[in-house]
């Protein structure tokens, strides 16, 4: 739509994404000079409404930003008080002990929070320091200078019929340039997506590996409640069926989050994440711990797995990618805040410098060198072949030999190199013939509950009126290729039930329902025809999170 006319405002940097990576970017620009005019912008409705609560923060990447948070107010009520692990059989369990584990992954000194209020104070502290936050302002395109620079974002489009249209409400938007643009979108955002693309940024990088995380709030029985303990189990009921595991979070307030993890490199199409984690709830453990409670929230996001050999180029000119869009988790830790936090204090730094230096529209090389250099890249690097040795050699190979990869490398060597990743996840679907559909008990309602009544538990809405912003490439490819290969998984990698094949008058059609989308983007990962594009949708469209 270049004929549309729009008005434009002219900023320091422009900052896409008001998670731990944006806002930590926008605090730090304001500690450095403030001067700077700095926006953010964020897609959801309110600041963390996009982000399901409930992670083990390590608070590094505070401490390097707001030393003295504690004094200020941030919600980090409960500190991780008992480390658990266990390999679960589908009866029983056996407690893994820590002390072979390496230091990295202890979790003393580290806290049980809900992301979604970390990100609200910060966003007040940010506030405090003069940065303008919009939230419900999707940015939907990128705009381009005249060198070919990215110089702003497009941002509170509104309006659109169903065919892309200006519908008779239309608002085109306004552009939003920068000096500097910071793209935070998260996990496989449409923008980090598309600058990827088009400046090459994953040239001679192992192709980004992903997992689908799903998650659930519960209240549980106070007498069961142990606030401060974190649990993780791998094994059931996955099995050999994928990589993944759980995790288990006490919080206050009789609150646990519940949650689960599928590796997205999975071979068998007929497997359901979704109806794994179900399945999952009612082993014995999960299940005396969750009796007499009730599911107070439920969410999906993907996560990036890739680690320290997938991270792209993270500058192009006029743009750095930070935090969870380039992908910065440690996933033998599943820990990636920090990470984010500290990329958005190394990108301001850096834009600070250049900005000073009175340039503008270029690559902030700085950045790119801090995050290899710095605190993350130590991160990342010392954890770089476990998931590699997963996909390659399954999980007991790679609990022993990750373990002692990840032990020298606290030495300063590893006697692996560094592995390659191999297929991207799409690529690793197999076809359905080499494979039998597997038989999932139907949820009780209790402990384990159907997709779409779990849907409501995530307070998604979509306007029904705007254009479906899950794009086909080719229309025809769910019905024609993706059904007769590999039984179109889509129907059940979705955790939202978005898509679905539905008889039509003897002919089969693929439906997408939008409105149930949690923006998760494990369609856009895991399709094995990579024909499923997920844009952004109007702003403040998808889930609302619940405060607490």
Known sequence: MAEIER?????DVVIVGAGPAGLSAAIRLKQLDADLNVVVLEKGSEVGA????????????????????????????????????YMLGEAGKIRIPNFPMPPLMNNHGNYIVSMGNVCRWMAEQAEGLGVEIFPGMACSELVYGENGEVKGVVAGEFGKNPDGTPGPGYEPGMEL???YVFISEGVRGSLAKEIIAKYDLSDGKEPQKYGIGMKEIWEIDPAKHKQGTVTHTMGWPLGGNAGGGSFIYHLENNQVYVGFVVHLNYKNPYLYPYMEFQRFKHHPMVADLLKGGKRVAY??????????QSLPKLVAPGVALLGCSAGMVNVPRIKGNHNAMLSGKAAAEAAYDAIK???????????????REGPIGKDLKKVRNVKPMWSKWGMIPSLMLGGLDMWTNTMGFSLFGTLGHGKNDALSTEEAGKHQPIDYPKPDGTLSFDRLTNVSFAMTNHEESQPCHLRLTDPDIPVKVNLPKFAEPAQRYCPAGVYEIVEDEGEQRFVINFQNCVHCKTCDIKDPSQNITWTTPQGG??????NM
């Open 7 to 11: 008005e434009a405002m002219e900023y």
């Open 50 to 85: 996009h982000i399901l609560s409930g992670a083990v923060l390590d608070p590094c990447g505070l401490d390097a930003l707001i030393p003295d948070w504690k004094e200020k107010g941030a919600p980090l009520n409960t500190p991780v008080t008992e480390d658990n692990f």
């Open 177 to 179: 340039h920068g000096k």
């Open 299 to 308: 969410g999906a996001r993907a996560i990036t797995e890739g680690g320290w």
């Open 357 to 371: 230096a009175e340039r503008s529209g270029d690559e902030l090389t700085a950045y790119e060198t801090e995050v």
């Open 541 to 546: 469209d998808g889930p609302n999170y619940p």
